[in-house]
T-cell receptor, first 111, second 110 residues
Framework: EPEVTQTPSHQVTQMGQEVILRCVPI?????FYWYRQILGQKVEFLVS????????KSEIFDDQFSVERPDGSNFTLKIRSTKLEDSAMYFC?????????FGSGTQLSVL | AQRVTQPEKLLSVFKGAPVELKCNYS??????LFWYVQYSRQRLQLLLR??SRESIKGFTADLNKGETSFHLKKPFAQEEDSAMYYC????????????FGRGTSLIVHP
């Protein structure tokens, strides 16, 4: 069964450093999403991507964040200068229209 | 604005007992409701959609527009049902981005 894959599964970084989280969505899906989940809190929407551009983004997704689909298969989330409060589990998801398939997440720890 | 409320952070039952995980929503149009489940150390996965009207792993959920609810039910809980359950909503007005509730942790004791 096709699935969304995310790498790395864990990422530890120093505050102020840049991180890139990688995702390979399911190949025939058209909609891509990033969500995050801070420990003990709910799953929060960050950004959606359709037709090679951002379709919606939340207030969390500020100028420190960017997304790219560099090669038609990978879908990356970049955090330019990480802050302590960026520590969270980051989930990539893809879907055809409604009903999402999630990756297993990248646990980001900012020290 | 769309909102999903899961009032219980934790629900603890014994094996064989009935389970109801509550979900209430707020949305001005016609919503689509989903339940997602996250087992320990696994990814979030779609459990069921209200429009499918199906039963998955013995779970059912009925959309009640009058009460704006989409509670998840199972008549006899199993230990393997222990997981985090998230209710989610997408609107029909063009934004297909699911809004998630805070989640309910279900623990089924032997």
């Amino acid at each position: 069964e096709p699935e969304v894959t995310q790498t790395p599964s864990h990422q530890v970084t120093q505050m102020g450093q840049e991180v890139i989280l990688r995702c390979v969505p399911i190949s025939n899906h058209l909609y891509f999403y990033w969500y995050r989940q801070i420990l003990g809190q709910k799953v929060e929407f960050l950004v959606s991507f359709y037709n090679n551009e951002i379709s919606e983004k939340s207030e969390i997704f500020d100028d420190q964040f960017s997304v790219e689909r560099p090669d038609g298969s990978n879908f990356t989330l970049k955090i330019r200068s990480t802050k302590l409060e960026d520590s969270a589990m980051y989930f990539c998801a893809s879907g055809e229209s409604k009903g999402l398939f999630f990756g297993s997440g990248t646990q980001l720890s900012v020290l | 604005a769309q909102r999903v409320t899961q009032p219980e952070k934790l629900l603890s039952v014994f094996k064989g007992a009935p389970v109801e995980l509550k979900c209430n929503y707020s949305y001005s149009g016609s919503p689509e409701l989903f339940w997602y489940v996250q087992y320990s150390r696994q990814r979030l996965q779609l459990l069921l959609r209200h429009i499918s009207r199906e039963s998955i792993k013995g779970f059912t959920a009925d959309l009640n527009k009058g009460e704006t609810s989409f509670h998840l039910k199972k008549p006899f809980a199993q230990e393997e049902d222990s997981a985090m359950y998230y209710c989610a909503l997408t609107g029909s007005g063009g934004s297909y981005i699911p809004t998630f509730g805070r989640g309910t942790s279900l623990i089924v004791h032997p």
